[in-house]
């Protein structure tokens, strides 16, 4: 069997074009432009291209983008006051704060600051809260990628087996979550599951998201089941070859053996190229939510959990 493969990055582009079509409708009908303001404080790298990449896709789904870059050792009480001022700027629908925070940053604190309505990557712990009650609350970005995706590929998910590999709170937790609410038969394994390749071997769905590379093989699948593989790691790859300095090059990989488990497989998202585009994606996605919700508007369809 050859599995289907999921194409993450296609799907966002349709996720985008549909975002961007309900804002021009928005601004056309309503005179209402979306906004979301993204904070970084510091100078992570991976972080700022995130930063960059947020940004310029929120301009070019026609909403605006407001950025507020502050120093590594910017204070709580600071940055408190910034996330305060968003809270209350009628203009900005939707908040957030790049993760990780520097050390000094009590992050629970400070995403717990975020008005829950504005929190468009749903880490407040009212969003938590409300998506673990099964009531509409906004939903963190890369689990509701892997929904659509999922929703997508299969329509209904109801009776499936789920598994979900990885306990986080950003994805493995809420991902079960939505699962749940699809009415799937949910398991969340981790690093002390026991027999953890019994447990993935029964699932119709395999949710990876642990952050180690390549750690489920193809014999773990089930033949015909879904792999979505959230991971991305960067490995050595020495078969391309050192660059200038000597050092050797890298490539991505995911938390799934790509091709033993595409061998199994009825279908499977790539890394890169799956689960990454959605993410962003989806971020867009509830920006828009929250601006509707803010304005007592219809919210966009099938752009939500
Ligand atoms: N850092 C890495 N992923 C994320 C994310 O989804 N949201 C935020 N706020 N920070 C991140």
Redesign the pocket.
């Given at each position: 069997m050859s599995a289907t493969i999921i194409d993450g990055k296609a799907f966002a582009a349709t996720v985008r074009e549909k975002v961007a079509a309900h804002v021009a409708r928005l601004k056309d009908e309503n005179g209402i432009t979306p906004g979301l303001a993204v904070v970084l404080v510091g100078e992570d790298p991976a972080?700022q291209v995130?930063v960059r990449s947020k940004g310029k896709q929120t301009v070019e789904t026609g909403m605006n983008s407001y950025e507020h870059k502050l120093e590594a050792d910017t204070s709580e009480a600071d940055l408190l006051a910034l996330i305060d001022k968003l809270n209350k700027d009628p203009a900005v629908h939707g908040i957030?704060?790049?993760?990780?925070l520097p050390k000094h940053l009590d992050e629970d604190l400070v995403i717990n600051a975020i008005d829950p309505a504005k929190d468009v990557?749903g880490?407040h712990i009212s969003n938590v809260g409300l998506l673990g009650t099964g009531q509409k609350s906004m939903v963190?970005?890369?689990p509701l990628g892997c929904l659509m995706m999922l929703r997508d590929h299969h329509g209904s998910l109801s009776g499936l087996d789920a598994v979900v590999i990885g306990r986080s709170n950003?994805v493995g937790k809420p991902m079960a979550q939505l699962l749940l609410g699809d009415s799937c038969t949910v398991t969340i394994a981790h690093s002390r599951t026991k027999d953890l390749p019994e447990v993935v071997r029964r699932a119709d769905i395999v949710v990876a998201a642990v952050g180690r590379p390549e750690m489920v093989p193809g014999d773990w699948i089930k033949p015909g089941a879904t792999v979505i593989d959230v991971g991305i790691n960067r490995i050595d790859a020495p078969e391309k070859g050192t660059r200038e300095d000597g050092s050797v090059k890298t490539r991505l990989v995911g938390d799934a053996h790509y091709e033993s488990c595409a061998a199994v497989a009825g279908a499977i998202t790539p890394v890169p190229g799956g689960v990454g585009p959605m993410?962003i994606a989806c971020?867009l996605a509830n920006t828009l939510t929250a601006c509707c919700r803010a304005n007592g508007l219809e919210e966009p369809e099938g752009l939500t959990a």
């Open positions: 972080s995130y957030l704060v790049q993760l990780p990557d880490f963190p970005c890369t950003i993410t971020l």
